[in-house]
């Protein structure tokens, strides 16, 4: 760090930016002008070759694994590896179990948490703090060692919870738990919770009905954003499932790819698609109500 | 991000007129306003402390249940362990490096780039999901490109470059595992970066140039010293997010790979001798410190960062 020549440039630019009036935000987004009157040219082409190769890396797997799947040697170009994968029965099942899990996660984190999160923000400021630490702190633990605790404490006190599949719920819950927090704690910051419930209760509405129709209708995008959050979390989780042996989806998924050469790939390409989808429509969602949660979340 | 503007908002909310009667009320009743905290601390402490902390209990017990500390210094000691726990640092430190400095430069790329607008947000939708995407899926991806069979293989093969030859390219090796982990890793810096360099004012490259300065001297004067600890941070959450990584090591290697997490689910499978049960917990309590350390560091870091990025 060199503070001064920071305090030197910032307070010239200060001016600019009280003149102007708008926050570093919004301005690097609309005025795009100034940076780019210095050296156009040459900069671009280094620019554009950083995102090319980025291009190429991220998209040729992509393009390998589709055509992997759709070329099949001795047919050419077919679907056949993708109707094989889909009517595979086994699938059925377990990514049936994965999506009630998946909705199980989903209610309990939520319910829990916006309860939570309103609570601290309405009643307890102070533990805020606490609440903020122990709910990112699932993100300290890796599963792997969260898993060896799990097997630890549960397999010999309560055996059969820990053979239940729907255990996983109470563990994919304290995963998304980062997730859920973050995006909530964002929401609630922008829409001034306390004045609203304020109001709502002024107007003589009870605890249940201004959560329910006051604060989550304002709380729509980060709600979204929690959820599909949450959704890609449990359909992707391997590590806890597996080593609890449970048969949830991911764990389908990488024993049917060593039993199928090429339809196991093609239904990795699709569950990759299906969380592509989940994700473009949050983006969808939560643009229109102008809030970047999802990202912020995970960061 | 914003949480300090955040702050700042609540508190001019509380100076509002309105606010006084309940907050009076809200006085009266203190002592009992932690209730409504109960189902929180309840289920964080069944389902997330009970079972993390009892594994350093149980790694600080052996088999007669005596307390002991020697697994620890066990797993410090023995060649075996230190080897996974290098292997780990080694894979997690390369690929959160070059991670990094590919997810700067792509995340500058995409914020200088103006020309089609769309480049910017694509990046971000698919750094998204690609950030998310670490297991199972991933392998797939890259076993259809660079697999035995797969299309880069292939093609190359076709060129007269046998990857698989020389062991050049084995499954096993960290260098294959580095490749794939960059395709979460440069996403996951893009997403923490972003806010980082939108911060950069435009207004202050002009400034310097007002003052004379060339490119080079902006960077070293006032860009690098305003993202450096975003840098840093988003380096070190990198490292936490590879050190973490099962999922991927083991599903492209069938558990042959020699990391501190994969030996974590050796243990835990019962794959050794039903003594050495401790030797796992440790593991995990070694891993667990050490990914704790990462991300306080990265948070302590970021703390510093929002300073300039208001």
């Known amino acids: 760090m060199a503070p001064q020549s920071h305090d030197q440039v910032a307070a010239v630019t200060s001016v600019n930016s009280i003149a102007t009036g708008a926050t570093a935000d919004s301005m690097a987004r609309q005025h795009p002008q100034p940076k780019s009157n210095l050296g156009r040219k040459r900069p671009q082409f280094g620019l554009w070759s950083v995102v090319v190769v980025c291009a190429l890396y991220f998209l040729f797997p992509l393009w390998a694994i589709a055509k992997f ?8 170009w077919t679907f056949k590896a993708y109707t094989k994968a889909v ?3 086994e699938l059925h099942t377990t990514l049936w179990l994965s999506l009630r899990i998946t909705g199980g996660t989903v209610a309990l984190s939520l319910a829990l948490m916006i309860w939570t999160v309103l609570w601290t923000t309405l009643k307890v400021k102070r533990m805020q703090p606490v609440v903020e630490f122990i ?26 919870f820990i053979a239940n599949p729907y255990s996983l719920i109470f563990f994919y819950t304290v995963l998304a738990m980062p997730f859920t927090y973050r995006s909530l704690d964002a929401g609630l910051r922008a829409i001034d919770v306390k004045t609203l419930t304020e109001a709502s209760r002024g107007l003589g509405a009870g605890w249940m009905t ?21 959704v890609a979390v449990v359909l992707g989780e391997y590590t806890i499932a597996s080593l609890l042996l449970i048969n949830t989806f991911p ?22 698609l299906a969380v592509a989808v989940l994700f473009a429509l949050l983006g969808l969602f939560t643009r229109k109500r102008g809030g970047a949660n999802a990202t912020a979340a995970i960061a | 991000m914003g949480s300090e503007s955040g702050r700042q908002l ?43 902390l009892a594994v ?97 293989t292939t093609f190359l093969l076709g060129h007269g470059i046998h990857l698989y030859d020389k062991q050049f390219i084995y499954s096993g090796s960290y260098h294959v595992l580095t490749v794939i ?27 310097a140039a007002n003052l004379g300065s060339s490119g080079m001297q902006y960077w070293r004067r006032v860009g690098l010293p305003v993202l450096w600890p975003a840098f840093l941070g988003g380096i070190v959450l990198l490292f936490a997010n590879s050190f973490a990584a099962y999922a991927t090591a083991y599903v492209l290697t069938g558990g042959q790979s020699n990391l501190a997490s994969i030996q974590i689910g050796f243990f835990l499978q019962g794959n050794t001798i039903a003594d050495s049960q401790q030797i796992g917990y440790a593991i995990a309590a070694w891993m667990i410190i050490v990914v704790l350390i990462a991300i306080l560091l990265y948070q302590w870091l970021r703390s510093r960062t929002t300073r300039w990025l208001q």
Do not use: C
């Open chain 1, 69 to 76: 799947t759709l070329d099949l040697p001795l047919e050419g």
């Open chain 1, 210 to 230: 201004t959560i329910m129709r006051v604060v989550v209708p304002n709380l729509r995008s980060a709600l979204l954003g929690a959820t599909f959050l949450t």
């Open chain 2, 56 to 152: 350093f209990w149980k790694a600080a017990h052996d088999n007669a249940g005596n307390f002991t500390l020697s697994t620890y210094g066990k797993i410090a000691t023995s060649p075996q362990f230190r080897q996974s726990f290098w292997n780990s640092t080694l894979l997690s430190f390369s690929s959160a490096v070059i991670g990094g400095v590919i997810g700067l430069l792509l995340t500058y790329a995409i914020v200088s780039i103006r020309r089609p607008k769309w480049l910017r947000s694509a990046v971000m939708s698919f750094s998204a999901v690609a950030a998310n995407m670490g297991g199972v899926a991933l392998v797939f991806l890259f076993v259809a490109s660079i697999g035995v069979t797969g299309l880069l």
């Open chain 1, 251 to 272: 764990i389908f998924l990488a024993t049917y790819n060593s039993k199928e050469i090429f339809a196991g790939p093609a239904l990795g390409l699709m569950s990759m």
């Open chain 2, 10 to 52: 609540s508190s001019a909310v509380l100076a509002t007129p309105a606010e006084t009667p309940v907050s009076a009320g809200a006085r009266r009743h203190i002592s009992w306003a932690w209730i409504g905290l109960v189902p929180f601390f309840a289920f964080v402490t069944v389902f997330l402390l009970w079972p993390t």
């Open chain 2, 181 to 207: 982990y960059l395709y979460f890793q440069i996403p996951l810096m893009v997403i923490v970066m972003l806010p980082a360099i939108d911060g950069l004012k435009p207004a202050w490259r002009e400034a």
């Open chain 1, 87 to 89: 009517q595979e029965p």
């Open chain 1, 135 to 160: 709910s990112i702190l699932p993100y300290m633990v890796p599963p792997i060692a969260f898993v060896v605790g799990i097997a630890g404490v549960f397999r010999p006190a309560f055996p059969s």
